[in-house]
């Protein structure tokens, strides 16, 4: 296994909509487990393909000891919502309050290519919700106005 560096803003790939995965592959389970270490190595709990420069929709989360390793995942339900604190090791230095659905149900592919669904809530939830975004070319800034503000000194670094 490999650590990856992580890609932050404002490398372009990040804004890329990610390309789905035909097929799970020894390359691409090659791609999870690298992206898990690297993920453990920089104290995350979920990372994309796209920011260690991979643009294919792969994601992993590793959360109390337990691993998801998902590719072309999609929302297909969600309830509820709930605001929590939430950063992002692209964005560095930047935490802010987020509303995400408080439950999600995926649909993906594991890394056995087998298709899968999992419902989540709480924490988990916010995760996977977060590291889709990071495959549709989204990050947490663009949820908030106040980094875009004309004359905000922090619009220059961030964007």
Do not use: W
């Not at 919502?81 to 309050?97: A, F, H, I, K, Y």
Request: hydrophobic residues 40%.
């Amino acid at each position: 296994m490999a650590i990856m560096n992580i890609r932050t803003i404002p490398d372009e790939i990040l804004r890329k909509v990610c390309e789905p995965v035909k097929e799970i592959g020894r390359q691409e389970k090659k791609l999870f487990d690298d992206m898990v270490e690297t993920m453990i190595q920089k104290g995350g709990v979920g990372l994309a393909a796209s920011q260690v420069g991979e643009s294919c929709q792969i994601f992993v989360v590793g959360l109390e000891n337990e691993f998801y390793k998902i590719a072309n995942p999609k929302i297909v339900e969600f309830f509820g919502t709930e605001v929590m604190q939430e950063g992002c090791l692209s964005v560095p230095e930047v935490v802010r309050d987020m509303e995400r659905f408080y439950g999600v149900i995926i649909k993906g592919l594991n890394e056995n290519g087998e298709q899968v669904e999992m419902k989540a809530t709480g924490f988990l939830a916010r995760i996977f919700q977060h590291e889709i975004d990071h495959l549709n070319g989204k990050l947490i800034i663009d949820y908030s106005s106040q980094f875009f503000r004309p004359g905000n000194e922090n619009e220059e670094r961030l964007l």
